[in-house]
Every structure is written in structure tokens, then in C-alpha cells.
């Protein structure tokens, strides 16, 4: 990762897109936008060819040690085409004279083809690759986290939906039984209104039939009064009255019944 770093230099964060229309236009937002420079690599426009290296058991191209995908080759061979990896300084500056390449130690020890000697302590704390290893990570979990998050929002939702639901059930049926009270209630008054007319008529018939049956026997006592009567004053009258004058009488029942 430390030659990786050394080999690519600044052109390690490159921007690679497939024309130059994209880059122009991607540059034009970023001045518009005032969000920094980018350097881009279309590769449309992108040169590089294929070199020659020196093959030992102690080099190999760099190239050869990446990983990627061959429609971005052009940009990999732009940036690593021309550098190989060494195991000594001296091996690399000697095939660097030689062979017109740049070489790279393990340790990021760089020499360069016109002769140029780069090294030193590199500490590896500071190593972009390894802080944009960090950063993917991170941002995968950032990822990841918002996924649960959206979840937990959507079960959280669910869940208040849920509670909704049963809280409008328990107000309908609180709603219900206010008013099967209140239906109880009424009913009970009417009850009660009904039962005690009932009781007032029932009182009134019983009433009703005492005095029947204290008048029928009052009429009854009047009957036998009364025949009693009359039959004492037909009597008392007969025995007053002249012979033509029962006479008279008799006819005069006798007509009166006929009339009947």
C-alpha cells in the first residue's frame, strides 16, 4: 500500500469518466458550485501505451499488482504504467538507468528514471489508502445503519398506526357503552313510569270492582226493598179501593201489559 501511495503521488484520488464532455461539464459545476478542484481522466482521451519491463526475480510491474476492472486500464497504465517494484534501492536505481523506468521499493523508497532518489519515513497512520479504507467502511456502516434506521421508523409507523387503530376501537366502544347506558337508563324510567301506572290502574280496578260489588249489592237491597214495598202497597190499596174501582184497575194493568 506504501509504494502504491508513493508510485501515484497526487494522482491517487484522480476522477476517471468516460469523455471529456463529462469532465468539462462536471467542472463547470464544480466552479459554479465553488466546491474545490478535481483532476478528471475521460478516457477517450487518455494515451498510454503498453511498456516493456525488465523481468528479474526480484521486480515485478506494479500494474500487475492491481486489482481492477480492464475498461479503466488506460488511466491504471497512465498513473503505474511506467513504475516497478524493486527489493533494494540499488536494484532499482540500476535497472532505472538502464531501462528508463521508475522503481519503488516496498517501503515506498522511490527512483526516479532522470535520476531522482525519494524516501524517508513514511508513517503509515497517514496513509490515505488506508483513511479511505476507514472512510468506506465507515460510510457502509452509515449505510447499514440507515437501513435499520428506516426500519425502526417504519415498524415505528406500524406500530403508531397500530396504536391509532386501537385507540379509535376503544373510543368506539366507550362510545357504545355511554350510550347502552344511557338506552339502559331511559329504559329503566319508562320501566318504572310503566309499573307504577300499572300499579295505579290495578289499584283503580280493584276499587273499581269493590264499588261494583258494594252497588249491585245496594241494588239488590233496593230490589227486594222495593217489591217488598210494592207488594205491601198493592195490598193496602186493593183493600181500600171500591169494587168498580179494582175493577177499573185490573183493566187498566191489563192494558198496560198488552202495551208492553
Known amino acids: 500500500m506504501t509504494a502504491i501511495e508513493v508510485a501515484a503521488k497526487g494522482a491517487l484520488f484522480n476522477v476517471v469518466v468516460d469523455t471529456d464532455d463529462a469532465a468539462s461539464k462536471m467542472l463547470s459545476l464544480l466552479n459554479t458550485e465553488k466546491a474545490g478542484r478535481v483532476t478528471f481522466m475521460p478516457l477517450n482521451k487518455l494515451i498510454a501505451r503498453e511498456?516493456?519491463?525488465?523481468?528479474?526475480?526480484?521486480?515485478?510491474?506494479?500494474?500487475?499488482?492491481?486489482?481492477?476492472?480492464?475498461?479503466?486500464?488506460?488511466?491504471?497504465?497512465?498513473?503505474?504504467?511506467?513504475?516497478?517494484?524493486?527489493?533494494?534501492?540499488?536494484?532499482?536505481?540500476?535497472?532505472?538507468?538502464?531501462h528508463n523506468i521508475d522503481c519503488i521499493t516496498p517501503d515506498g523508497d522511490k527512483i526516479n528514471r532522470k535520476g531522482a532518489l525519494t524516501g524517508g519515513f513514511i508513517d503509515v497512520r497517514q496513509s490515505r489508502l488506508a483513511l479511505m479504507s476507514v472512510i468506506k467502511k465507515a460510510r457502509e456502516s452509515l449505510d447499514e445503519l440507515?437501513?435499520?434506521?428506516?426500519?425502526?421508523?417504519?415498524?415505528?409507523?406500524?406500530?403508531?398506526n397500530f396504536a391509532d387503530r386501537v385507540v379509535g376501537e376503544i373510543q368506539e366502544l366507550e362510545q357504545r357503552r355511554t350510550r347502552a347506558r344511557d338506552e339502559f337508563?331511559?329504559?329503566q324510567r319508562e320501566a318504572a313510569s310503566a309499573l307504577k301506572k300499572l300499579v295505579s290502574l290495578e289499584s283503580q280496578k280493584q276499587e273499581r270492582e269493590l264499588n261494583k260489588t258494594q252497588l249491585e249489592m245496594s241494588v239488590r237491597q233496593l230490589e227486594e226493598t222495593q217489591a217488598s214495598?210494592?207488594?205491601?202497597?198493592?195490598?193496602?190499596?186493593?183493600?181500600?179501593?171500591?169494587?168498580?174501582?179494582?175493577?177499573?184497575?185490573?183493566?187498566?194493568n191489563g192494558e198496560v201489559a198488552s202495551l208492553k
Open 146 to 160: 440507515e437501513e435499520k434506521s428506516k426500519k425502526i421508523r417504519k415498524d415505528v409507523t406500524a406500530t403508531e
Open 229 to 252: 214495598l210494592g207488594g205491601q202497597l198493592g195490598t193496602k190499596l186493593l183493600s181500600k179501593l171500591s169494587n168498580k174501582e179494582q175493577k177499573e184497575l185490573q183493566n187498566l
Open 51 to 98: 511498456p516493456s519491463y525488465p523481468r528479474t526475480e526480484t521486480t515485478v510491474p506494479i500494474i500487475e499488482r492491481l486489482k481492477f476492472d480492464n475498461t479503466y486500464r488506460k488511466a491504471f497504465l497512465q498513473i503505474f504504467g511506467r513504475t516497478l517494484i524493486c527489493s533494494s534501492i540499488e536494484e532499482g536505481a540500476a535497472i532505472s538507468k538502464t
Open 185 to 187: 337508563e331511559t329504559f
